[in-house]
Each structure stands twice: as C-alpha cells, then as structure tokens.
C-alpha cells in the first residue's frame, strides 16, 4: 500500500488553525502553550511560526477565520433590513434576529468547526484577557455601532442605557447556553440533558425575543417588537 503523501502547506495552517480552536476552547488562552498546539497539529514550531509568526497572531487568525464571516453576514442582514423599510425603523426583534441568528446559525454547525467557534467565543466573553478583548472590541466596532444605533432608532422611548443593558445580558444568555450546560445541569436535577443545537437554538432564540420585549423597570408595559 502507498505511503499517505504529506499534507499540502495550506492543509497545514488549517491544522494548526484547528488544533488552536480546539484547545483554547478547553483550556483558555493562556492555558494553552505552543508545544501543546504543535502536537495536536502534528506540526512544528517553525510552521506555526512561518504561517503566524506569534502566538498572539495565531490567536488573532483563530478569529478572524470565522468571525469576519460571521460579522459580514450580519451586516448584510442588517443592510436588507434597512433597504426593505425604506427609512421607517426595524422592528426590533427583526434587528435581534439579524444578529443573534446568524451566530446561532453558526453555533450550530457541528461539521465544518462553527460550534467549536462558538464555543471559544462563548469562552472569550468571560476570559480576561485583555489582549483578546481589545482585539475583539476592534473587530466587533462596525457591527455594534450599526445594530446597537438600529436598536436606538427603533425603541426612542426606551432609554439607551436599557437598551445597552438589555443586548448586554442577551449576549451573555447566548453565550452561556452556546458553552454548554456545565455546572448548571448539576444544580437543577430536572434539567433536560439535550444541548443539540437543532433544539437548543430556537428556544434561545425565544427567550432573547422575550428578554427585548420585557417591561422597563417600573414601567407596565413592555417595548414594541
């Protein structure tokens, strides 16, 4: 039988790419060294460093691979949205759907690493790491002015403040349920051991739509959708 022939260079990066998702997801940033990223890619050091030149690079590549995707589509999403209203202001669960959807879309592909991702980021969101979060921060900019100014337009008579609150605990309800159960299936006895995301995801969809549309503290009655 023939020898398998070695991979291609590109096949490569994508190893390293992968095997540094992966591990970052289970042991955070700086719980994971190049040696161990190097092992589970069945690469060098010098690959890692031809194709990164750091780790800090590296951590930067495992983003951008997916997110600027992830950012694009929802932008687009947005931009149709805007198109189709012809200056009137969204809906605001339709802008909700835009950005929460298409990340939930993604968390929930199990084939080409989406939910892996996901998971990081999940993970990154209560990581401290500063490097990672300013970085972040850049790459999110664009795609948090645009939906957070089209959530402002939507809701005048909601306080801003609310409103930056209330996609501050939905992000962190999306990436709570995307990490995974974790230590919550141990306090509730009941809870359904189901985290396939075929399930998981419309009925997180559902609570964030409920979460936007709660009343105000103090108020009776709740924002418009």
Same mark, same amino acid.
């Given at each position: ?7 291609p260079?590109?096949?490569?990066r994508?190893?390293? +790419? !992968?095997? *540094? %998702?992966?591990?970052? =997801? @289970?042991h955070?940033?700086? #719980?994971?060294?190049? $040696?161990?990223?190097? #092992? ?7 690959a =890692?460093?031809?194709h990164?030149?750091?780790? !800090?690079?590296? =951590? ?5 691979r $997916? ?12 931009d149709?949205? @805007?198109t ?11 802008? =909700? @759907?835009?950005?929460?959807?298409n990340?939930? %879309?993604?968390?929930?592909d199990?084939?080409?690493g989406?939910?892996?991702? /996901?998971?990081?980021?999940? $993970?990154?969101?209560n ?9 972040l ?5 664009e795609? /948090?002015?645009r939906?957070?100014?089209?959530l402002?337009?939507?809701?005048? @008579?909601v306080? $801003?403040? %609310? ?10 309800a999306?990436?709570? *349920?995307?990490?995974?159960?974790? #230590? +919550?299936? %141990?306090?509730?006895d009941?809870?359904?051991?189901? !985290? !396939?995301?075929a399930? +998981? ?9 409920? #979460? ?6 103090? *108020?009776a ?5």
């Open positions: 039988m023939a020898a398998t022939p070695p991979a260079n590109t096949d490569t994508d190893r390293i +790419l !992968d095997a *540094a %998702e992966r591990l970052f =997801v @289970e955070g940033f700086d #719980g994971t060294s190049m $040696r161990m990223i190097t #092992g589970a890619a069945n690469a060098n050091l010098a =890692v460093n031809y990164f030149g750091s780790k !800090d690079a590296l =951590v930067q590549a495992v983003f951008r $997916r997110l600027t995707a992830l950012n694009q589509r929802r932008l687009a999403a947005l149709r949205l @805007e189709d209203a012809a200056g009137e202001p969204l809906k605001p669960s339709r802008i =909700v @759907e835009a950005f929460f959807g990340a939930l %879309e993604l968390a929930a199990t084939e080409q989406g939910r892996t991702f /996901m998971r990081l980021l999940a $993970r990154t969101y990581e401290p790491n500063a490097f990672v979060r300013q970085f921060a850049e790459e999110y900019a795609v /948090m002015d939906f957070l100014g089209a402002f337009r939507a809701l005048p @008579e306080p $801003r403040a %609310e409103i930056l609150w209330r996609f501050h605990f939905m992000i962190g999306m990436a709570f *349920a995307i990490a995974g159960l974790g #230590g +919550l299936s %141990e306090l509730i009941d809870l359904p051991k189901d !985290d !396939d995301p399930r +998981l995801l419309p009925r997180l969809m559902s609570f964030l739509l409920g #979460g936007l549309r709660a009343p105000l503290p103090g *108020a009655t709740a924002p418009t959708n």
